[in-house]
């Protein structure tokens, strides 16, 4: 199929108007309205209800709709990912996402036969996906659970504890450890709009620990994070719950700098995680990859 065509029709299926969608293209209406009657013809379905006032979609129209936004979206991604091949990688992730491998790994990865350039971008909350699917990054770091992994690989790299954060005169806040029941009645962020609950939408991580402080909410995040949020906060474990830290990639990816980064990460896993357990064994506390910390790569090879 003419990507050109599936353009011009997803641009009348979204603007439901042939008018706006010429606009949109930058091309005049006529030539529009006939490239998709040659895409009808072709495809041997109807695909818009046309009258003269309104358009709408068939059912085969709904389903070129929603594949042709993937396809125009995968052939985009590739030709961001082919301008970019073999001049720089991009890592992107949130802030604090990393589970402080982040600096280890571009230090060594530096010194690695295979090594290029490396950019990093840090995103907003939930972002990674998107610009991992995209094109635009090459390599993301991300929290199990995710709800959707589909085309893409992973590479499990640090299993750590997850941690309630709260303010130090929480009534909770000299426990030992806490069940998921203790917070019953209690306030938590809401990582997106479209998150449950009723607590603070949250843009930017440098609100949570202030909203904690503040006594607004209480939040539970990965032991590396919670550490590390500043004064006048209490950070207790919660329940045996953990949280796996892995690296992703798009499936499909077959070149070597992306391969011996993915590789280096997962070495860097391994040794953070020794270190912390030979750490928590002499009695040290507080690290950010304390004893709660272990590693589990799979060796996975992009």
Not at 60 to 87: C, I, M, N, S, T
Not at 208 to 229: D, N, Q, W
């Amino acid at each position: 199929m003419d990507s050109r065509k599936l353009a011009y029709f997803v641009a009348v299926a979204e603007e439901r108007n042939f008018t706006r969608a010429a606009d949109r293209l930058g091309i005049a209406q006529p030539p529009l309205s006939r490239a998709i009657q040659r895409l009808e013809r072709r495809l041997g379905v109807r695909l818009l209800e046309r009258t003269s006032r309104h358009v709408s979609l068939t059912r085969a129209g709904e389903v070129l709709l929603k594949e042709g936004r993937k396809a125009l979206d995968g052939l985009a991604a590739a030709e961001r990912l082919a301008q970019r091949a073999g001049r720089a990688l991009t890592v992107v992730t949130k802030p604090g996402g990393d589970a402080g491998l982040l600096g280890p790994l571009l230090d060594r990865f530096a010194a690695h036969p295979d090594a290029v350039e490396v950019e990093v971008l840090i995103c907003g909350i939930g972002e990674e996906q998107a610009l991992l699917r995209g094109g635009t990054a090459d390599l993301a770091l991300l929290r199990l659970p995710q709800d959707d992994l589909t085309g893409l690989a992973t590479e499990e790299l640090l299993t750590e504890r997850e941690m309630v954060v709260l303010p130090r005169t929480h009534r909770l806040a000299g426990r030992a450890a806490l069940r998921p029941a203790d917070l019953a009645g209690e306030t938590f962020p809401r990582w997106t709009a479209r998150w449950p609950g009723t607590g603070p939408v949250i843009s930017d991580t440098g609100q949570v620990a202030e909203l904690i402080a503040l006594g607004r909410m209480v939040a539970v995040l990965p032991e590396s994070v919670a550490r590390h949020l500043g004064r006048g906060l209490a950070a207790v474990p919660l329940d045996g719950r953990r949280t796996t830290l892995l690296a992703v990639w798009r499936e499909g990816r077959r070149d070597r700098a992306l391969a011996a980064l993915v590789r280096t990460a997962a070495e860097v896993a391994v040794t953070r995680s020794t270190s912390a357990a030979s750490a928590a064994s002499a009695g040290s506390v507080g690290s950010a990859a304390s004893a709660g910390s272990g590693v589990v790569g799979r060796a996975v090879t992009p």
